[in-house]
């Protein structure tokens, strides 16, 4: 424990104080509503989490590519079953989060942007440090990937987005978990909820060409989803920018310059994946001369 307290009080004041010197100088009070709830009165849980997180990602990826590793023909059991497990999870929990908050900013009559954040808004904020909580849940995507050896799949995108939201929602959950912060948190949990249905269908389906075409035609559209996902934030965040809207400013211009790097990075691995890449040759099938 003392240990503990000795890293916790180091990267505390690191955090803290590194936010103060950005510009304009950010100063991050406690949410009454969030206060003692584990995870958030400090910052040291979500760097430990997040440099852990990037640890096993980098050795995971040194071993699999020293070892010449390649991706598995076929999933152990236990973890073909893991995956399933996993990604149902998360299907879940993104639709009561998604349900939830949207019930909230119905019951608590929030226009569409332009919202201000309320400490007496509990469920609301209750909700929001939910959707914190789970992109802890979410690190174990890139997990699941190292243990299937997919490194095709780890992208600089990936582990960046998964990386970066995780420390912006635990500011987000500590200083102001509601208002305009619901509007990213609804959306972000509706796209989620097809993408987890997307790859609980994939784990299900496993490597059945003839069922994965039959079901998992719309992926292309998935993407353009969350692509569309980014756009909405941004002219959001433009919106309450030139509106001065009584949210967090220093969270809205967050809100704004992250969404122009997730829909650059998106963009090109939209253009890569489904524009510039090579058509498959089509299986040419021979006949016997008769």
């Given at each position: 424990m003392e240990a503990y307290e000795m890293v916790d009080s180091f990267v505390s004041k690191t955090v803290f104080e590194t936010l103060?010197?950005?510009?304009?100088?950010?100063?991050?009070?406690?949410?009454?509503?969030?206060?003692?709830?584990?995870?958030?009165?400090?910052?040291?849980?979500?760097?430990?989490?997040?440099?852990?997180?990037?640890?096993?990602?980098?050795?995971?990826?040194?071993?699999?590519?020293?070892?010449?590793?390649?991706?598995?023909?076929?999933?152990?059991?236990?973890?073909?079953?893991?995956?399933?497990?996993?990604?149902?999870?998360?299907?879940?929990?993104?639709?009561?989060?998604?349900?939830?908050?949207?019930?909230?900013?119905?019951?608590?009559?929030?226009?569409?942007?332009?919202?201000?954040?309320?400490?007496?808004?509990?469920?609301?904020?209750?909700?929001?440090?939910?959707?914190?909580?789970?992109?802890?849940?979410?690190?174990?995507?890139?997990?699941?990937?190292?243990?299937?050896?997919?490194?095709?799949?780890?992208?600089?995108?990936?582990?960046?987005?998964?990386?970066?939201?995780?420390?912006?929602?635990?500011?987000?959950?500590?200083?102001?978990?509601?208002?305009?912060?619901?509007?990213?948190?609804?959306?972000?949990?509706?796209?989620?909820?097809?993408?987890?249905?997307?790859?609980?269908?994939?784990?299900?389906?496993?490597?059945?060409?003839?069922?994965?075409?039959?079901?998992?035609?719309?992926?292309?559209?998935?993407?353009?989803?969350?692509?569309?996902?980014?756009?909405?934030?941004?002219?959001?965040?433009?919106?309450?920018?030139?509106?001065?809207?009584?949210?967090?400013?220093?969270?809205?211009?967050?809100?704004?310059?992250?969404?122009?790097?997730?829909?650059?990075?998106?963009?090109?691995?939209?253009?890569?994946?489904?524009?510039?890449?090579?058509?498959?040759?089509?299986?040419?099938?021979?006949?016997?001369?008769?």
């Amino acid at each position: 424990m003392e240990a503990y307290e000795m890293v916790d009080s180091f990267v505390s004041k690191t955090v803290f104080e590194t936010l103060q010197r950005l510009r304009g100088g950010v100063v991050l009070t406690e949410s009454a509503i969030t206060k003692g709830l584990p995870c958030v009165d400090s910052p040291t849980p979500i760097v430990l989490g997040l440099s852990s997180y990037l640890t096993f990602v980098f050795l995971g990826l040194i071993v699999i590519k020293s070892l010449d590793l390649k991706p598995r023909s076929k999933e152990p059991a236990i973890l073909n079953l893991f995956v399933i497990f996993h990604n149902f999870v998360c299907f879940a929990l993104s639709l009561y989060m998604c349900v939830g908050i949207v019930r909230q900013a119905i019951l608590n009559r929030y226009s569409l942007w332009g919202n201000a954040y309320n400490p007496k808004e509990v469920q609301m904020g209750h909700l929001l440090y939910i959707f914190y909580m789970s992109k802890y849940i979410e690190f174990m995507d890139t997990v699941i990937m190292i243990l299937k050896r997919n490194t095709r799949q780890i992208t600089v995108l990936h582990v960046y987005h998964h990386a970066s939201i995780s420390f912006i929602w635990w500011i987000i959950a500590y200083h102001a978990p509601g208002g305009e912060a619901y509007f990213s948190a609804a959306l972000n949990s509706g796209v989620h909820v097809l993408m987890y249905l997307y790859y609980l269908l994939a784990a299900t389906l496993g490597k059945n060409e003839k069922a994965r075409r039959k079901y998992l035609w719309w992926g292309k559209y998935l993407t353009q989803l969350q692509m569309f996902q980014f756009v909405l934030n941004m002219i959001q965040a433009y919106y309450d920018i030139k509106n001065n809207s009584p949210y967090p400013q220093f969270l809205i211009q967050i809100l704004f310059y992250y969404m122009i790097s997730l829909l650059a990075l998106f963009g090109n691995f939209y253009v890569h994946k489904y524009v510039s890449a090579p058509a498959k040759p089509a299986k040419i099938k021979s006949k016997k001369a008769e």
